[in-house]
Antibody, heavy 121, light 108 residues
């Protein structure tokens, strides 16, 4: 059974840093592109970043470029999101999700339960 | 960037059919995926690649994509289908995932 378990969320002051993690199990982690998606209170999902299977290529939404870093450890079956210079509007539930694709068609077939990040003074 | 537009809400009586639209420029040229999200839960894939269902999703959920509109159809609606629904596409030009604005389905 595919499982994705996020951790590391919490309350942080504006300008602060936080690292959230995602522990994967039930599938060959190194064979999948992985993504972080966030959802602010009362809003829809917003893709944040994704990372290729080998960790070499990474893509970010413009609003987090230069502040967030996605990484992975395939030996530990883990995905990470390092968040620096956090802003109030980064407040959201952060989900990790597994990517599936057929050719150029891509979707997210499994999601974790999410971890809440609150940026507030 | 690519924009996906959904109606904010759809109301339907139990046993009837709900249709949720997702509008985008020439959306038929790209693959559309649909997620269900119930309060306090993570999004859950119900249709991928326009019209395919993951294992375990009832046949009551179906999808189509034509012109500038993709549609998620829920037949014989049940109270348990009450949720927010989001469409999603992948923008190959930017390698970004794009989500729709979301539709709240209320079962009357």
């Amino acid at each position: 059974e595919v499982q994705l378990l996020e951790s590391g969320g919490g309350l942080v002051q504006p300008g602060g840093s936080l690292r959230v993690s995602c522990a994967a199990s039930g599938f060959t982690f190194s064979a999948y592109r992985m993504a972080w998606v966030r959802q602010s209170p009362g809003k829809g999902p917003e893709w944040v970043a994704h990372i290729e299977k080998d960790g070499r290529e990474k893509y970010y939404v413009d609003s987090v470029k230069g502040r967030f870093t996605i990484s992975r450890d395939n030996a530990e079956n883990s995905l990470y999101l390092q968040m620096n210079s956090l802003r109030v509007h980064d407040t959201a539930v952060y989900y990790c999700a597994r990517n599936r694709h057929i050719g150029a068609r891509r979707w997210l077939d499994y999601w974790g339960q999410g971890t809440l990040v609150t940026v507030s003074s | 960037s690519y924009v996906l537009t959904q109606p904010p809400s759809v109301s339907v009586a139990p046993g009837k059919t709900a249709r949720i639209t997702c509008g985008g420029d020439n959306i038929e040229a790209i693959s559309v995926h649909w997620y269900q999200q119930k309060p306090g839960q993570a999004p859950f894939l119900v249709v991928y690649d326009d019209s395919d269902r993951p294992s375990g999703i009832p046949e009551r959920f179906s999808g189509s994509n034509s012109g500038n509109t993709a549609t998620l159809t829920i037949s014989r609606v049940e109270v348990g289908d009450e949720a927010d629904y989001y469409c999603q596409v992948w923008d190959r030009d930017t390698d970004h995932y794009v989500f729709g604005t979301g539709t709240k389905v209320t079962v009357l």
